[in-house]
């Protein structure tokens, strides 16, 4: 199917995804404020700047679209158009994410990763975030 989109149309759409406060990453906020969690979101001071940040437990959960993180599932695609420059931009994005975690881990963070198609569809993804953060506190 053949772009019909003008470049002042396509660079508009394109201005409006958002980095931040996506659909996925306000259900796995949701769920976790449900389930007792408290936490901080894009921490300037820490690597990265983490999507949801646990200072005290020393743990970062990212919430990563398939599309722009590369997880290999049906929403993982590469665009027929400028094929060179989209797939530079994916390697680019995803040894980003690489050093990020492990900047992390130097520095003495557990890292976790959710998936945009794991929170549609993985029915154990808030059993594995418990399990990856322990218990919540109690006030």
């Known amino acids: 199917m053949a772009d019909t989109l003008t470049p002042a149309a396509r660079s508009a759409l394109m201005g409006r995804i958002r980095g931040r406060d996506t659909g996925p990453e306000l259900a796995v906020r949701r769920a976790l404020h449900v389930l007792g969690y408290r936490f901080r979101t894009h921490a300037r001071g820490v690597p990265g700047r983490p999507d949801i940040v646990f200072s005290k437990r020393r743990a970062a959960v990212f919430v990563h679209g398939c599309y722009w993180h590369r997880h290999g599932c049906s929403k993982t695609y590469t665009p027929k158009s400028r094929r060179g420059f989209w797939e530079k931009k994916f390697a680019a994005n995803v040894e980003r994410d690489g050093r990020v975690r492990?900047?992390?881990t130097r520095d003495g963070w557990r890292v976790f990763v959710a998936w945009e198609c794991e929170i549609e569809s993985d029915p154990t993804?808030?059993?594995r975030l418990t399990a990856f953060l322990g218990p919540p506190?109690?006030?």
């Open 102 to 104: 492990e900047a992390l």
């Open 125 to 127: 993804l808030v059993e």
């Open 137 to 139: 506190r109690m006030p």
